[in-house]
Nanobody, 129 residues
Framework: QVQLVESGGGLVQAGGSLRLSCAYS??????????MGWFRQAPGKQREFVAS????????AYADSVKGRFTISRDNAKKMVFLQMNSLQSEDTALYYC????????????????????WGQGTQVTVSS
């Protein structure tokens, strides 16, 4: 059974940076055929899309609120997905989730949470102003 484990969250001052990591426990073949996404949920708010990346890393998508500040990447050989977050703002404070879509078409970078069937437990990011 596939598991996703996020790490790298923490407390950072506004303007700072963090790099989130997501480790995929399934087979390398299955990971390379999965689109991957990052979502976040702030207290009292619904979970929202942050970024996603296609199976081969050739295509990515970002929420408007993070464009130009966040970068998603993946390493298929290591079964890892990363989210580099720069210029962090207090509004970025949330629990960040990694998700996998094993049914993704090659260049798809899905942006809707319903598309993803496997989720991690989340890592907390807190930005102090």
């Amino acid at each position: 059974q596939v598991q996703l484990v996020e790490s790298g969250g923490g407390l950072v001052q506004a303007g700072g940076s963090l790099r989130l990591s997501c480790a995929y426990s399934g087979r390398t073949y299955t990971f390379s055929r999965s689109a991957m996404g990052w979502f976040r949920q702030a207290p009292g708010k619904q979970r929202e899309f942050v970024a996603s990346i296609s199976r081969n890393g050739g295509n990515s998508a970002y929420a408007d609120s993070v464009k130009g500040r966040f970068t998603i990447s993946r390493d298929n050989a290591k079964k890892m997905v990363f989210l580099q977050m720069n210029s962090l703002q207090s509004e970025d404070t949330a629990l960040y989730y990694c998700a996998a879509d094993a049914q993704a078409i090659l260049l798809n970078a899905p942006t809707t949470s319903e598309t993803y069937e496997t989720w991690g437990q989340g890592t907390q990011v807190t930005v102090s102003s």
